[in-house]
T-cell receptor, first 115, second 110 residues
């Protein structure tokens, strides 16, 4: 049963600490997306990669957020230093862009609370 | 501003009734998709309609697309308690990414 796996599912940290969220996309998918969801802003696209190369990270605060894809089975989103306003649910999604259907498959999310 | 905007923001109906949600968008699209999000979970793809299609069915789901009005609707027939979730439309404009709307929160009352 192919699915996108995100770890950790929940993270509570203090302001100023580094946070790393991990995502294992579905094998064979060529594009990975990072989203942030809050009640106020809804679902925001932070960054996405195609074939491990960053295509667009314009939705991401550059000073504290970074996204990487060290290999085809792992994508990471890092926040350093974290702030209370970063509290949200962060989703990773993967898809096969360029195929007949541009459908995204989402992980269960990482719920981040920054105190 | 959002490419896709759902209406209504929230909808509460009785089990067995039909639920209709609408989505409007601003620019031309390759396709439009609907996703469901159960509480505390990730989004799940429900159905995709291409820009040259007008209507599509999948089980109890019916999606329509009117490209002249830049709008789509999702109809869920014979609703069940398990249909309680948030529903999002997403537009594919050919830029590899999808643009999601703010969602409609659907509550099915037993």
């Amino acid at each position: 049963d192919a699915r996108v796996t995100q770890t950790p599912r929940h993270k509570v940290t203090e302001m100023g600490q580094e946070v790393t969220m991990r995502c294992q996309p579905i094998l064979g998918h060529n594009t990975v997306f990072w989203y942030r969801q809050t009640m106020m802003q809804g679902l925001e696209l932070l960054a996405y990669f195609r074939n491990r190369a960053p295509l667009d990270d314009s939705g991401m605060p550059k000073d504290r957020f970074s996204a990487e894809m060290p290999d085809a089975t792992l994508a990471t989103l890092k926040i350093q230093p974290s702030e209370p306003r970063d509290s949200a649910v962060y989703f990773c999604a993967s898809g096969l862009v360029g195929g007949p259907l541009n459908i995204q498959y989402f992980g269960a999310g990482t719920r981040l609370s920054v105190l | 501003s959002q490419q896709g905007e759902e209406d209504p923001q929230a909808l509460s109906i009785q089990e067995g009734e039909n639920a209709t949600m609408n989505c409007s968008y601003k620019t031309s699209i390759n396709n439009l998709q609907w996703y469901r999000q159960n509480s505390g979970r990730g989004l799940v793809h429900l159905i995709l309609i291409r820009s040259n299609e007008r209507e599509k069915h999948s089980g109890r789901l019916r999606v329509t697309l009117d490209t002249s009005k830049k709008s789509s609707s999702l109809l869920i027939t014979a609703s069940r308690a398990a249909d309680t979730a948030s529903y999002f439309c997403a537009t594919d404009m050919g830029a590899q990414k999808l643009v999601f709307g703010q969602g409609t929160r659907l509550t099915i009352n037993p």
